[in-house]
């Protein structure tokens, strides 16, 4: 099929673009090199050296054969995208293109203003893009499991059926977000609902757990196919700083009591999830919702999962505890359910202590690059200066 990739500089986008390229997909990439400008300006920038999209197209065919076209260009200008959707004629559309990071929209009015903008401009440019101009595509869009929060009830997969007064009815699971950016996401998928039902629109929506990971069989081909992995306090996810403070031998910043759960998931199962979801579409009129994560852990048992495996390669680290930046229970119940992507097929990897070791073994390849100034906490959730790092 023909699929278009919204954000395909990221650390999904791009992988997404080789994975699905090299299952023979036709692949167009779109970005604006808005994460890298905010890494940049925050001194979050990533770990490995990324070429820029051309050169990493270049490559890539050059290893594979396979093509990915490059568009470079801002998709909250609406004739951009409505223009590039009737051009490219898209059979699925891989929505990445957000800002994608809490702290970020956290950190001040200026980083919130960007936030609330950026995110929810580009989720309505994509609907009435396809509404406009390619009506039988189906959107792809990521979610987070950060909408839900952490309720006192089961999680259920997107949906809740409701009894009430002898009546009822079924609804979107209740949302209640943890930061600025969870909360455009919340906003994303009433959306998406509201023009599934006016416009007959067919969406998946992936409600993704935090991500770990640095390499796909793809990247493998070569050092400047990897992926743009960010391990700063800003914009890496726990367990990838988690692994970059072991071989920088910096205790393992636990925030709070550490027992705060949730679900993770592998890089590369977010490539299989995502692959699942194009190749087999939602129905025309259907927002269908996939909860995306492999096992659920507390922070303290991820800190100990990667201390326990540091220790195996000869490499001994700590673990502090600090301060929480962020306002969240750090004791709760957390029990999410996950069948839909499992019905589709979705074999899992799980985090295992060769998983572990592997990620710490690419990293340590790198290790001169890593700043050690950039994994403690900047961001507190407060009222702050739009600019000021804490």
Same mark, same amino acid.
């Not at 919340?186 to 609902?193: E, G, N, S």
């Not at 259907?286 to 096992?295: C, V």
């Given at each position: ?39 940049? /300006? ?5 770990? &490995? ?12 065919? !050059? ?73 039988? #595509? ?23 059926? &409701? ?12 949302? /209640? ?25 067919? @969406? ?33 996810? @726990? ?17 709070? !009591?550490?027992?705060? +759960? ?9 490539? /299989? ?32 999962? +990667?201390? #326990? ?24 119940? *957390? ?5 839909? &992507? ?23 390849? *790198? !290790?001169?690059?890593?700043?050690? #100034? ?8 407060? #009222?702050?200066?739009?600019?000021? &790092?804490?």
């Amino acid at each position: 099929m023909k699929v278009l990739i919204l954000g395909g500089d990221g650390y999904l986008g791009w992988p997404t673009a080789m994975h699905l390229a090299a299952r023979k997909h036709e692949v167009m990439v779109v970005d604006n090199y808005l994460r890298r400008t905010l890494a940049f /300006q925050t001194r979050s920038e990533s770990l &490995l050296p990324n070429p820029n999209l051309e050169q990493r197209a270049d490559l890539f065919e !050059k290893k594979t054969g396979h093509k990915i076209d490059v568009c470079i260009g801002d998709i909250t200008d609406y004739e951009f995208l409505r223009t590039l959707v009737a051009d490219f004629c898209p059979d699925g559309l891989v929505h990445y293109a957000e800002q994608p990071s809490a702290p970020y929209s956290m950190r001040g009015h200026g980083e919130a203003a960007l936030t609330l903008k950026n995110n929810l401009m580009t989720t309505l440019n994509v609907v009435w893009a396809v509404m406009q101009e390619r009506p039988g #595509c189906q959107i792809v869009k990521l979610g987070t499991m950060g909408e839900y929060g952490t309720p006192n009830i089961d999680i259920e997969e997107g949906w809740i059926d &409701l009894e009430h007064k002898g009546r009822k009815d079924r609804f979107l699971f209740p949302r /209640q977000a943890g930061s600025l950016y969870h909360t455009t996401k919340i906003m994303d998928t009433d959306l998406l609902w509201f023009y599934v039902r006016m416009a007959n629109l067919r @969406v998946t929506d992936l409600m993704q757990g935090p991500v770990y990971g640095l390499t796909t069989p793809e990247a493998e081909l070569d050092n400047e196919l990897m992926p743009s992995f960010h391990y700063d306090d800003i914009f890496g996810t @726990v367990i990838n700083r988690f692994l970059v403070q072991a071989v920088a031998g910096i205790p393992l910043t636990v925030y709070g !009591k550490g027992d705060q +759960v949730r679900g993770y998931l592998n890089l590369n199962d977010t490539l /299989q999830c995502v692959t699942l979801a194009l190749e087999e579409p939602a129905q025309a009129g259907d927002l269908r919702i996939f909860n995306q994560f492999t096992e659920t852990f507390t922070v303290n048992e991820l800190a100990e999962r +990667v201390v #326990c495996a540091a220790q195996r390669l000869d490499i001994q680290v700590a673990i502090s505890h600090v301060s929480n930046p962020r306002k969240e229970a750090e004791d709760h119940y *957390y029990n999410p359910m996950r069948h839909g &992507l499992v019905e589709l097929g979705f074999k899992p990897q799980k985090l295992t202590d060769e998983v572990v070791m592997d990620m710490l073994r690419t990293i340590e390849q *790198y !290790k001169a690059r890593i700043d050690t #100034c950039i994994v403690q906490p900047r961001v507190t959730w407060g #009222c702050h200066r739009s600019g000021e &790092l804490n």
